[in-house]
């Protein structure tokens, strides 16, 4: 049974699965970003904690855009009375693709200045 006394419109609780995913995501970056502060002083010296206060702001962003859009498609899927609904766009799963690629870049080019200088 759901808040409202309906029964429960998804089964498989898929939207919950998602939240999940995207919390797992958040964790993930945060991990990049304290292993960017452990490898980066050596490259970057003081620096490497730009990059680093980046990625676990970033984390937090992805976290909070996550439980917001959990509780939008939620609030969406109890609320609705048929089995067709519009749910949030793709902007999170963008700015996340668009955070990771460029994180990945930034480290490419780390590493090729790194091996460039030896």
Request: net charge neutral; proline share 6%; no cysteine.
């Amino acid at each position: 049974m759901t808040d409202s006394g309906r029964q429960v419109f998804d089964p498989g609780l898929q939207p919950e699965r998602t939240a999940l995913a995207w919390r797992r995501t958040g964790l993930a970056i945060t991990v990049a970003a304290l292993v960017a502060v452990r490898i980066l002083p050596e490259v970057l010296g003081p620096w490497a904690i730009v990059p680093a206060g980046l990625g676990l702001a970033a984390a937090v962003a992805v976290l909070i855009a996550a439980h917001r859009r959990h509780q939008a498609v939620h609030r969406t899927l109890i609320d609705a009375d048929t089995d067709r609904v519009s749910l949030p766009s793709g902007a999170l799963p963008f700015a996340v693709t668009v955070l990771v690629t460029g994180g990945g870049i930034a480290a490419a080019i780390v590493v090729l200045m790194t091996h460039l200088e030896q």
